[in-house]
T-cell receptor, first 117, second 114 residues
Framework: NAGVMQNPRHLVRRRGQEARLRCSPMKGHSHVYWYRQLPEEGLKFMVYLQKENIIDESGMPKERFSAEFPKEGPSILRIQQVVRGDSAAYFC???????????????FGDGTRLSIL | AQSVTQPDIHITVSEGASLELRCNYSYGATPYLFWYVQSPGQGLQLLLKYFSGDTLVQGIKGFEAEFKRSQSSFNLRKPSVHWSDAAEYFCAVGFSGGYNKLIFGAGTRLAVHP
């Protein structure tokens, strides 16, 4: 049973280019979360999505960042016109349902390391 | 605002010694609590979780953690550390009011001396 799959594992972009990060949740999971980890820091929540819906994007920068989770296919985190400060590890997590009354925690992928030249 | 504090940035222990990693949270109600471990270049692996019930929870790899409501703490312990335990450990809090957006501490990096 495959876990959360993220690709690419490493991505290098030049300033001003676009970065697309993909996340396929675990089988049966319909909730996806994106987190960003800056060097020497913990993970910071960015956005929470269900299929075709953005539920909470309170952690997303106001500009250049967007996320989607289409009916078919992986979730995509898109960063337009990247800058050096976007260099970080981006992690995706998934869960099967809202965890209010559940004991199912989030399962994390191995992340995408984004480097901006 | 909700927050998680891990007071120790780096900890070094000798192999075979006991370990305790501290975690304190700030939240008005009973949270969901997690400990994750991250090896270099890898993702996060769940060690254990607390949702309700027994405040002493057992996890994988011989780890345990105790929820203490009066101290707003969820410290991670292991009686005898192995060299393979060297990694970064993150405490995280989720909230019972809805979906589980996690708030992470800054992490504690554990080094193990032979």
């Amino acid at each position: 049973n495959a876990g959360v799959m993220q690709n690419p594992r490493h991505l290098v972009r030049r300033r001003g280019q676009e970065a697309r990060l993909r996340c396929s949740p675990m089988k049966g999971h319909s909730h996806v979360y994106w987190y960003r980890q800056l060097p020497e820091e913990g993970l910071k929540f960015m956005v929470y999505l269900q299929k075709e819906n953005i539920i909470d994007e309170s952690g997303m920068p106001k500009e250049r960042f967007s996320a989607e989770f289409p009916k078919e296919g992986p979730s995509i985190l898109r960063i337009q016109q990247v800058v050096r400060g976007d260099s970080a590890a981006y992690f995706c997590a998934s869960s099967p349902l809202v965890q209010t009354n559940s004991n199912q925690p989030q399962h994390f992928g191995d992340g995408t390391r984004l480097s901006i030249l | 605002a909700q927050s998680v504090t891990q007071p120790d940035i780096h900890i070094t222990v000798s192999e075979g010694a006991s370990l305790e990693l501290r975690c304190n949270y700030s939240y008005g109600a009973t949270p969901y609590l997690f400990w994750y471990v991250q090896s270099p270049g890898q993702g996060l692996q769940l060690l254990l979780k607390y949702f309700s019930g027994d405040t002493l929870v057992q996890g994988i790899k011989g780890f345990e953690a105790e929820f203490k409501r009066s101290q707003s703490s969820f410290n991670l312990r292991k009686p005898s550390v192995h060299w393979s335990d060297a990694a970064e450990y993150f405490c995280a809090v989720g909230f019972s009011g809805g979906y589980n957006k996690l708030i992470f501490g800054a992490g504690t990096r554990l080094a193990v001396h032979p």
